[in-house]
């Protein structure tokens, strides 16, 4: 059973656009939600990550609302660039165990100049 | 801060030959490494936890025979690829988490793609 689901698989974007990626998860236990970003032959790397205590973080550009109710967390890159083109996991962990990260099937995004 | 290497980037081996990837923490020291394994645009897989000075734990599938994982200290795990085969080429990736404080956060390293043939 796949813990995090993550739409849509591609996404392009023009720049200067708002890129949305979403993902859903089903364990009410998860209480740590990061995203990444990774460019090809090259490892994650951490954009921002957000604790259900709050319903939206805001670091630059990049923004992720969350909805504890509906078990849902989403990425907003605002005014995206050409350099934003990667593909983007989330993820989801929780306190119980917080070695096991479970990742998204990932979004491939591509902003078109 | 929080930069965590690889070497080497890449590797080619021929079949049956084993080959060793190593994972480090540079600027803080990790009780807790882990090794995830990701094919062409799929997600990371993880195949392994490792504590400093214990045996690594395996997630279900991992052949802990082939994939022999040593955490010998805080800043460094390796990962040896034992009796390679063509099906074992794949992006391995570490990650490590910060011993100091209590984030849930892991940093990854930039992977190694290696290559059987």
């Known amino acids: 059973q796949q813990q995090v689901k993550q739409s849509p698989q591609s996404l392009i974007v023009q720049k200067g656009g708002i890129s949305i990626i979403n993902c859903a998860y089903e364990?009410?236990?998860?209480?740590?939600f990061p995203w990444y970003q990774q460019f090809p032959g090259k490892g994650p790397a951490l954009l921002i990550a957000i604790r259900p205590d709050v319903s939206e973080k805001k670091e630059g550009r990049f923004t992720i609302s969350f909805n504890k109710s509906a078990k849902q967390f989403s990425l907003h890159i605002m005014d995206s660039q050409p350099g934003d083109s990667a593909t983007y996991f989330c993820?989801?962990?929780?306190?119980?165990?917080?070695?096991?990260?479970?990742f998204g099937s990932g979004t491939k995004l591509n902003v078109k100049p | 801060g929080a930069v965590v290497s690889q070497h080497p980037s890449w590797v080619i081996c021929k079949s049956g030959t084993s080959v060793k990837i190593e994972c480090r923490s540079l600027d803080f020291q990790a009780t807790t490494m882990f090794w995830y394994r990701q094919f062409p645009k799929q997600s990371l897989m993880l195949m392994a936890t490792?504590?400093?000075?214990?045996?690594?734990?395996?997630e279900q599938g991992v052949e802990k025979d082939k994939f022999l994982i040593n955490h010998a200290s805080l800043t460094l795990s390796t990962l040896t690829v034992t009796s390679a085969h063509p099906e074992d080429s794949s992006f391995y990736i570490c990650?490590?988490?910060?011993?100091?404080?209590?984030?849930?956060?892991?940093?990854f390293g930039p992977g190694t793609r290696l290559t059987v043939t």
């Open positions: 990650s490590a988490r910060d011993a100091s404080g209590a984030s849930y956060e892991q940093y």
């Open positions: 490792s504590n400093e000075g214990s045996k690594a734990t395996y």
């Open positions: 993820a989801a962990s929780g306190s119980y165990n917080f070695n096991k990260f479970y």
């Open positions: 364990n009410t236990a998860f209480d740590y």
